[in-house]
């Protein structure tokens, strides 16, 4: 399957589970029912933009519709903390990101430097 039909199957299941019709999800999102159409149907591939705004109506972390359910098995906790630290990044001006950014950078480096 083409990862753009994934993605789309993902998002049709998440909305359906959430009792959103298609219209109300194009609403929340400012784009066209029929443009959510073709995206659950995987005739498009939505932008970040587009898939940050679906995350946020549809209240679930990102990751729920680009990855694999393989892939987000494992540390609930973890899977949290990288879904918030994911939205705040996004929502972040271009200057403060940058500086996250460096920070994250240190971060990992001292991370790596300690493990064996």
């Not at 959510?36 to 940050?52: A, F, H, K, M, Y």
């Not at 109506?57 to 990751?63: G, I, M, N």
Request: hydrophobic share 45%.
């Amino acid at each position: 399957m083409a990862i753009a039909e994934e993605i789309g199957e993902r998002i049709r299941e998440i909305r359906r589970a959430k009792g959103m019709t298609q219209a109300a999800l194009a609403e929340a999102i400012g784009r066209t029912e029929d443009s959510v159409s073709q995206i659950e149907r995987g005739l498009n591939l939505p932008t970040i933009d587009t898939v940050l705004s679906m995350a946020r109506a549809l209240t679930v972390p990102v990751d729920h519709i680009i990855s694999s359910p393989d892939l987000r098995k494992g540390d609930a906790e973890k899977k949290s903390e990288l879904a918030e630290a994911s939205l705040m990044l996004a929502t972040m001006a271009p200057g403060d990101l940058s500086l996250a950014v460096k920070l994250l950078r240190v971060l990992a480096e001292n991370a790596a430097a300690k493990s064996p």
